[in-house]
């Protein structure tokens, strides 16, 4: 036996990992990632999870804790390194990114050694996952996008290739080569809590230090991260919703966990972002009807209790600011004057996929949501899943798409389970911002809908017994 075997079957080392794949650690990097959205802290908070992922891949047979931390990373850069805003921003080779670079390939490279001596080693069974011929269509369809229009160029391919690895890597990798049953069953819930309880700071943050008010009255374009705008807070905000109203269900706190919950959804209408106020409102009534039925004994007598007392909240705030509701309402039914020129884009965007039906016009063909002047890798893009897949990919792009749909309507349906609901509701809340936004098409959104696709197949894919719950309660 070497000595790395035995010094990760030490008392010591197993107490260790005990603690990194349990609820105390997300909430230590939950707690992690708030500081540095706040301060600016981005190159201490990557070194420090960069040591987590080393610790895991060195010493620890469970690598499921990554998948708690990797789609939050997304979320930490502040306000003050928005590198859309700040020329001396630590996202610039000169100031920083080299080093982010450095950690992220050599992550990347001991996770590879991981997997090859894992399957040497026969502790993995590499088995094709369930959503292989989508994502692999899909791929092909983001990488061909723009084949053959006049403008087309390498930028198109390689951002295709970056949309579709932060949609597929994560799945891939860990349905391939980790063992994600070995986690704790609410262990998805608990990351999307978290996740949502750093967004909840970060939103509170915005409007602590940010410039958000004018006049007296908040003003959505200044409700900005050093990650997103207003209506990517929103998004996010919806889809880590689900997790609080999961424990809400399941745990004997349930009722602050509900509360959470609603919490939550308050964050989102501070955002001011329509589209996700009305995605929330659904995702929350939803989510609260998923906890009445679910629950049990004195927890769900309290849930009820509190549920009333939200509805009944929630009425009189909108009698007394009717106004904004009716605007809300007005907005969401006459969206020819109120959508942003939406209606005008998706014209535009249909107009390409008609002159260019099959593999479409690629990612850069999108002029109406362009910031300034310069050019970026970053494109805009066309604010609906399906005029960008015709805009961008063409009908092989639609036709990919609704493959991999199908494909996770199985999956999500299969053996269905009250975890799976929870997290079909989060993957509906990306799917329902994206018909009026492009969610579904940055970084962010789909690392966590790779992680989300993961736990539901390799944990809750058939009936089988689970890690017993570890950490907070």
């Keep these: 036996m070497s000595v790395l075997t035995k010094w990760k079957k030490s008392d010591l080392v197993s107490s260790v990992n005990r603690e990194l794949g349990g609820v105390w650690c997300l909430a230590f990097f939950c707690l992690l990632f708030l500081v540095t959205s706040v301060f600016g802290l981005e190159l201490l908070c990557y070194t420090v999870c960069w040591l987590f992922a080393v610790w895991l891949l060195l010493f620890s047979d469970d690598l499921y804790p990554l998948l708690g931390i990797i789609p939050m990373l997304y979320y930490t850069p502040s306000l003050a390194n928005n590198p859309g805003r700040n020329p001396d921003s630590v996202f610039y080779p000169e100031n920083g990114l080299v080093y982010i670079v450095v950690l992220i390939v050599t992550f990347l490279v001991l996770f590879l050694a991981r ?133 809400a269900a399941v745990h004997r706190a349930g009722p602050a966990f509900l509360l959470a919950g609603y919490a939550f959804f308050g964050a989102v209408v501070l955002t001011l972002s329509r589209t996700s106020i009305a995605v929330g409102a659904v995702i929350a009534v939803l989510g609260t009807a998923a906890v009445l039925i679910q629950s049990r004994g004195t927890v769900r007598i309290w849930n009820a209790v509190l549920a009333v007392l939200a509805a009944s909240a929630a009425a009189a705030l909108c009698y007394l600011f009717r106004g904004a509701v009716l605007s809300l309402v007005q907005a969401l039914l006459n969206f020819e004057e109120t959508g942003s020129s939406r209606l005008e884009t998706y014209r535009e965007g249909w107009e390409l996929f008609r002159a ?90 789909g690392l966590l809908y790779s992680a989300l696709l993961c736990f539901a197949e390799k944990q809750f894919g058939r009936r089988e017994k689970h890690a017993p719950e570890g950490g907070i309660g």
């Design 115 to 247: 997997v090859i001596s894992d399957v040497r080693q026969g502790n993995v069974k590499v088995r094709f996952p369930t959503l292989t011929v989508g994502f692999v269509l899909l791929g092909a369809a983001y990488l061909l996008g723009g084949v053959g229009y006049e403008d087309y160029d390498g930028r198109t391919l390689a951002f295709g290739a970056l949309e579709i690895l932060s949609l597929a890597l994560v799945y891939f990798l860990f349905t391939l080569f980790c063992d994600v049953a070995r986690a704790p069953k609410a262990y998805f819930a608990w990351m999307l809590f978290f996740g949502g309880v750093l967004l909840f700071g970060e939103t509170l943050s915005v409007y602590a230090f940010g410039e958000v008010f004018a006049n007296g009255s908040p003003v959505r374009g200044q409700i900005y991260t050093g990650w997103g705008m207003y209506n990517n807070l929103g998004a996010a905000l919806c889809m880590m919703m689900p997790g609080a109203f999961y424990l």
């Design 356 to 445: 260019h039906p099959f593999f479409g016009t690629g990612f850069y063909s999108c002029e109406q949501y362009k910031w300034g002047k310069l050019d970026s890798f970053i494109p805009p893009r066309w604010h609906n899943t399906y005029v960008q897949l015709l805009a961008a990919c063409g009908i092989v792009g639609l036709l990919a798409y609704l493959v991999h749909r199908m494909e996770t309507l199985v999956l999500l349906f299969r053996a269905p389970c009250f975890e799976k609901w929870m997290i079909a509701l989060s993957v509906l809340a990306l799917i329902a911002t994206s018909w009026l936004d492009c969610h579904f098409f940055n970084l962010g959104p």
